[in-house]
């Protein structure tokens, strides 16, 4: 081979291993700050629940969501805050101490009368009962959630 054929594999090579490298630290980065969150994003959401007057709560509908087993459990988030947020991450609703939750990882919100729990792509999954869930998926009073080692379900 000629001198140019190596000095050529030689820059492919160190560029695929930079690329590699800084890869990686965007995933460490992100995993241990989260991702980032727009500002106007967060403003638009809080002046649009300062405008909607309180709806009262009706028989059979849920108002919160409740950790009812494990390390945090008796923490809750009202569903009028919705979308609420669960995870490790510092903007989360429902934030929990557990290695087997990811920064940002479920969501529940709502559709007209109905509730949904989405996962957000985490690592280790989000279940109802024993199915891991891959797409929003109703949630009714009662329905166990488990993420990581912690249980949540809808109260009224």
């Known amino acids: 081979m000629s001198e140019l054929t190596l000095f050529l594999i030689r820059i492919a090579f160190l560029a695929i291993l930079w690329i590699f490298v800084l890869s990686a630290v965007s995933v460490i ?9 727009p500002d106007t994003g967060r403003g638009a959401v809080a002046v649009k629940q300062r405008k909607q007057p309180k709806a009262r709560a009706r028989k059979g509908v849920p108002t919160h969501v409740l950790v009812v087993e494990g390390p945090n459990a008796g923490e809750r988030a009202e569903l009028a805050q919705a979308p609420v947020l669960i995870g490790r991450g510092t903007d989360a609703a429902i934030r929990l101490d557990d290695d087997y939750v990811s920064t ?6 709502a559709s007209g009368d109905q ?9 280790n999954g989000t279940y109802i009962g024993t199915v891991r869930i891959s797409q929003p998926t109703t949630l009714t009073l009662g329905t166990q959630v488990r993420i990581g080692k912690t249980i949540l379900e809808l109260r009224k």
């Open 115 to 123: 509730w949904f729990v989405e996962d957000l792509g985490s690592t």
């Open 29 to 37: 980065r992100s995993d241990i700050f989260g991702a980032r969150v």
């Open 104 to 109: 940002r990882h479920a969501r529940i919100a």
